[in-house]
């Protein structure tokens, strides 16, 4: 039996990123089997700090809104930033959300709900950080950016920053349901 600790803010929403690398930190200071971050910054700006905080012995990988998600042909992340990422080793991946993608498009048509809504909303219910967590594993594992089948940390929240950090070991789309959350290491309580 092993006894942790879960951080917990006070609500969604709030950007907690700077209290959230730290726990981020103290986790991986005490792991010797993850030398993988995924984080959901759709500007960048928190993929920095993180860089800053973890240092280079930790890969991390920067999951994005997809092209168009804000606008036509726009992107919410700055080539300029691409840039700065990139001299600190930190990838950018663009892709169609795991769990809306090419659905949306038909649910913002015809109305209803696509199977992936309830697993979205199930998600959830723990917070909306923990949704994306899954979410971006996904969409990285699918992308080839990560190994399923080993256990990394995913970070997500919801507006600005970010405010939930799982360990989970990720799976590819097809396989969604083996995913395997281990840990929570951070999330807001309301």
Do not use: C, W
């Amino acid at each position: 039996m092993a006894r942790k600790f879960i951080t917990y803010f006070e609500k969604q929403g709030n950007d907690y990123t700077d209290e959230l690398i730290n726990a981020v930190k103290d986790k991986l200071e005490l792991s010797d089997n993850i030398n993988k971050v995924l984080i959901a910054s759709a500007t960048g700006k928190s993929a920095l700090k993180l860089r800053e905080a973890l240092g280079k012995d930790i890969e991390i990988i920067n999951v994005t809104h997809h092209m168009g998600f804000s606008g036509l042909n726009e992107s919410d992340i700055s080539d300029d930033m691409i840039e700065k990422l990139e001299k600190v080793d930190i990838k950018t991946y663009y892709g169609a959300h795991a769990f809306s993608g090419a659905a949306r498009g038909v649910t913002n048509k015809y109305g209803g709900y696509s199977p992936l809504d309830i697993v979205a909303d199930t998600l959830r219910m723990f917070s909306h950080g923990i949704k994306v967590a899954a979410e971006i594993s996904i969409m990285a594992a699918d992308a080839g950016l990560i190994p399923v089948g080993e256990e990394i940390i995913a970070i997500g929240g919801r507006g600005h920053g970010v405010d939930s950090a799982v360990i989970l070991t990720p799976v590819n789309a097809k396989d969604l349901f083996n995913l395997q959350f281990h840990e929570i290491i951070a999330m807001p309580r309301d």
